[in-house]
Structures are given as C-alpha cells and as structure tokens.
C-alpha cells in the first residue's frame, strides 16, 4: 500500500460526459502527478501540482483539467468524453517537486461506452 | 512521446534464473528510475539512479547507468514467480519542469 488514495476504482460512463477523478497523495507529500494509461499510448504524464499551483503540464487535452486543493487533494476533471479516453488514470504523489521516486495511487479505470 | 526504450518487450524466464532488462533514453536526466506494474495495478517504485551514479543495489535488484551512452540496465538476480509484472524505465529530465517520462515497459514473465 503506497499510501496514495484514488476513488472511484471504476467509472463507466458515456460519449460526452464530463467526470471528476479524487486523489489523496501520502501524508505530507506536496506534490502530485496525474497520468493517464492506455494500451496505444502507454503511461502519458498529464500534468503536476505542488503545493496547490501547477508545476508541470505533459500530454493533457484542453477537454481535461485538475486542481490541488489546500488540504493537498486534488481532482482530475475530464469532460466532453470520448471513447479514446477509456483508460487507467493514476495519481503519485512526492515529498517535493521531482528528483524523487514517487508513489503511485492504485488508478481508476475509466471506460467510455 | 517516450523518452525511455526499454528493450526487450518481453521476456520469459524460468525460476531462479537472472533477468536483465535494458533502457535507452534521448535526453540529459537528473535520475532514471524503474518502476514495477503486477497487471492493472499501480506501479511500484524498485530503484532511482542519480546521474553521478553509476551502479546500485537493492536486495536481488541491480541498476546500472552509462549517462555517456544514454542508457541503464536493470538485474533481477535469483528470479521468483512473483516478479512477474511489467518494468518501466523512467526518466527525470534535466531543466525546471521536472516530471518523470515512462517508457513502454517490458513484461516479464518468471515461469515456476
């Protein structure tokens, strides 16, 4: 157990939906790191906060944001779904912004019908 | 885009044997880890590398980094079943934006 919490575990959804992914990074870790999972694309970095700002943006659509909260949670917004956004979502979170190994939630998995 | 290639894609070995798994990367890192991924799951962190480092150890893991040919290798000596599961080289960028760079990992497969 990483100590990196995801909810949901799995989420079906529909073809222009919008859903929100929760992440609580391990107690006292300031940053955390989205990545999405999929069979054709491999494991994409999405984007990263540190202690509520956004510190590094990889391969995220306009369609999908995120945010850190004060309390260090942070939350995945995915809307106007399309089928090729089915895929497993992890968070990992780190004691500082890189340079060091992370710690990777168990991810939700995404399908959308 | 990758930076990292681990090579090869797959691998089967048998009980007790030694598995060696490589990674090629593009660009100048601070450090390059692997990860370990048992099917649908997280990953687990095995092992970080800094740049001025050339060789590691870590129970029956070995990492070793040539930053002149841009590559790493890792050892898993004495294999057990229960290292089956997918390994991913990944890299942190030298620069500001820190952020790791997976390859597209190499399962392996330990056969009891």
């Known amino acids: 157990d990483s100590g990196v919490t995801q909810t949901p575990k799995h989420l079906i959804t529909a073809t222009g939906q919008r859903v929100t992914l929760r992440c609580s990074p391990r107690s006292g870790d300031l940053s955390v790191y989205w990545y999405q999972q999929s069979l054709d694309q491999g494991l994409q970095f999405l984007i990263q906060?540190?202690?509520?700002?956004?510190?590094a943006k990889g391969n995220i659509l306009e369609r999908f944001s995120a945010q850190q909260f004060p309390d260090l949670h942070s939350e995945l917004n995915l809307s106007s779904l399309e089928l090729g956004d089915s895929a497993l979502y992890f968070c990992a979170s780190s004691p500082q912004s890189g340079r060091s190994e992370q710690f990777f939630g168990p991810g939700t998995r995404l399908t959308v019908l | 885009s990758q930076q990292g290639e681990e090579d090869p894609q797959a691998l089967s070995i048998q009980e007790g044997e030694n598995a060696t798994m490589n990674c090629s990367y593009k660009?100048?890192?601070?450090?390059l880890q692997w990860y370990r991924q048992n099917s649908g799951r997280g990953l687990v962190h095995l092992i970080l590398?800094?740049?001025?480092?050339r060789e590691k150890h870590s129970g029956r893991l070995r990492v070793t980094l040539d930053t002149s040919k841009k590559s790493s290798s890792l050892l898993i000596t004495a294999s057990r079943a229960a290292d089956t599961a997918s390994y991913f080289c990944?890299?942190?960028?030298?620069?500001?934006?820190?952020?790791?760079?997976f390859g597209k990992g190499i399962t392996l497969s330990v056969r009891p």
């Open positions: 660009t100048s890192i601070n450090n």
């Open positions: 990944a890299t942190d960028a030298s620069g500001a934006n820190s952020k790791l760079t």
């Open positions: 906060y540190y202690n509520g700002e956004e510190r």
């Open positions: 590398i800094r740049s001025n480092e």
